[in-house]
């Protein structure tokens, strides 16, 4: 017969030492990494209704990209009834080019983004007696990307 | 310490020194060829002088089995908890501000523009996370800017819970086990953890300080070692300052003493004086500084605005922190029980609420908004800390039954 204090709660310090290889930190750092691609690989193959309006943005900005190298520094003229959102969106796809709102700071190149339904007087208004650069839309918006005709 | 709470600590001052020497690349514009093999050797180095320089508690005694599956089955809740709270660009912050600035520094030529976007972007704020996630996208390609930032986030919010597991294992396995499920099942800790903001990195480096202070008595290299993880709370957002600052505050006396003060300055050095470099020669003032006037001061008297900070904490930790809310209680109770005052650690997290609730209290015009948008990251930089803390009370705790006969 053998006595045995059975403990529910207590591992004190390091005085019960139960030998097994399962726990070196090799096989740790593995499922650690495991984790991580296992959510990465999640991550990137979800689709999300943020994701997906970020991509389409993105999709219809990449005429204007094309035509606006990284040092340039652009006003955004944004649609009508846009919040301040749309110009975050809009700044975060364009970075690292500066994109202005400020009416007061005049800058050469003006990127007019017009609703999808706007007419075409209004987008004459937009644009004024500006040089065209390019313009396009994505089925949402209309871009316009002028500079000054001087 | 604990051999796995070695490789992580080390992983985290890695990127922390990533995230200096590719600012100070950028800064002094060292072309990328050159950069990436000389961050590569310092990162090694780094991990190298992390890892190896620190003894592990005896490695010849391992950990039941159950250890390794309770490890297991928290990455399994962990990586299934945040498919569907992690948005896929990370949290309105992470595209307005982090990530933002990430792509500006990605780009040698035009990184400085970032600083001329003051409307909704804060350009005052800290580059821990902007430089590492800029360096990756660099080094890879800005078509991965859905995948990059978030591996660093749920790596780094992963980190905490497994950190936390690792130093309380080998004291009491059952109590390691419940904290790690707390943060498993917490839905509002992955979602926060992947929003790819700087507040999960903050938090981790925080309790960083905290797991290395505990060893200090060990060695002078757990005092350079907690000075790096608060230069790493410094330089990963700005309310890290009030953190590092309380935290030497409180523990003024080990820091400061004659054998250990040299240790402290190795650590804090380099960090504070990227930090200081960034704000002195590029950063615009922080907009709750630069607001700063008569009034504000008028504003530390009217009762309604502490109201107000107090009622949205109230509502945070009902709905989001409320299992902290428990853990304290049984740590309060504990206290009473055993006699004795809470730990001087558990005082410096009360402090920082406090500190925290002083900036509420004095950011010029309404709070309202803020106190809805940024409290609860506020309580979830400290939460990890708090969690770690408390543990260390309720390792101690131990109940054993009775005697039993067995055949």
């Known amino acids: 017969m053998q006595k045995k204090n059975a403990k529910l709660f207590s591992i004190p310090g390091n005085s019960e030492p139960k030998l097994n290889s399962w726990f070196p930190f090799r096989g740790q750092g593995f499922l650690i990494l495991i984790a991580i691609v296992i959510a990465t690989v999640q991550h990137a193959n979800k689709t999300t209704e943020q994701g997906n309006n970020i991509e389409k943005l993105a999709a219809g900005m990449k005429g204007i990209k094309e035509h606006l190298p990284p040092n340039s520094s652009i006003t955004l003229k944004m649609p009508e009834g846009a919040p301040d959102a749309g110009y975050m969106w809009w700044r975060y796809i364009l970075a690292p080019r500066y994109c202005s709102i400020h009416p007061k700071e005049k800058l050469d190149t003006v990127l007019a983004i017009l609703n999808i339904n706007a007419n075409d007087s209004v987008a004459g208004s937009v644009t004024g007696n500006r040089k065209i650069i390019y313009s396009s839309n994505d089925g949402q918006f209309k871009y316009f990307l002028t500079c000054n005709n001087k | ?407």
């Open chain 2, 1 to 407: 310490m604990q051999s796995g709470s070695r490789y992580i600590i080390a992983t985290g001052i890695g990127t922390l020194g990533l995230s200096l020497l590719y600012f100070l690349s950028l800064v002094l514009h060292i072309p990328f060829f050159i950069t990436v093999p000389v961050i590569f050797v310092c990162v090694l180095f780094v991990f190298w002088w992390v890892v190896k320089g620190i003894k592990p508690v005896d490695s010849t005694v391992q950990q039941p089995f159950w250890a390794l599956l309770v490890l297991l089955l928290c990455l399994f809740l962990i990586v299934g908890g945040v498919l569907p709270v992690a948005d896929k660009y990370g949290g309105w912050d992470a595209w307005g501000i982090w990530n933002l600035h990430a792509k500006y520094l990605a780009d040698p030529d035009n990184w400085k523009k970032m600083f001329q976007n003051i409307s909704f972007a804060h350009p005052d704020y800290p580059l821990y996370v902007p430089a590492v996630v800029g360096f990756f996208l660099r080094l890879f390609s800005e078509k991965y800017l859905e995948i990059i930032p978030f591996i660093f986030s749920f790596s780094i919010m992963l980190f905490i819970p497994v950190l936390i597991y690792f130093e309380n294992l080998r004291k009491n396995i059952a109590v390691a086990a419940i904290i790690f499920f707390l943060f498993a099942l917490d839905s509002s800790y992955l979602k926060n953890g992947t929003s790819q903001y700087a507040d999960t990195p903050l938090a981790f480096f925080f309790l960083c300080a905290f797991i290395c202070l505990s060893y200090a008595h060990e060695d002078r290299k757990y005092i350079t070692l907690s000075a790096v993880c608060l230069g790493g709370c410094i330089w990963a957002k700005n309310e890290g300052s009030i953190l590092a600052l309380l935290f030497i505050v409180f523990n003024m006396k080990l820091f400061f003493s004659r054998k250990n003060i040299k240790a402290f300055a190795a650590g804090m050095a380099i960090p504070l004086f990227f930090f200081l470099l960034f704000k002195i020669c590029y950063a615009p003032d922080a907009a709750i500084l630069s607001g700063q006037n008569k009034e504000t001061f008028n504003q530390l008297f009217i009762k309604d605005r502490y109201d107000l900070v107090w009622d949205y904490f109230k509502d945070n930790v009902a709905h989001k922190f409320y299992y902290v809310k428990i853990c304290v209680f049984n740590y309060l109770l504990l206290c009473v029980l055993e006699r004795k005052w809470p730990d001087k650690q558990f005082l410096l997290l009360v402090c920082c609420a406090i500190a925290y609730t002083m900036v509420y209290v004095l950011t010029p015009g309404g709070i309202e908004w803020l106190l809805g948008t940024s409290q609860e990251r506020l309580m979830h930089q400290l939460m990890p800390a708090l969690m770690y803390v408390l543990s260390q009370r309720f390792v101690r705790v131990q109940f054993s039954l009775p005697k039993q006969e067995v055949l």
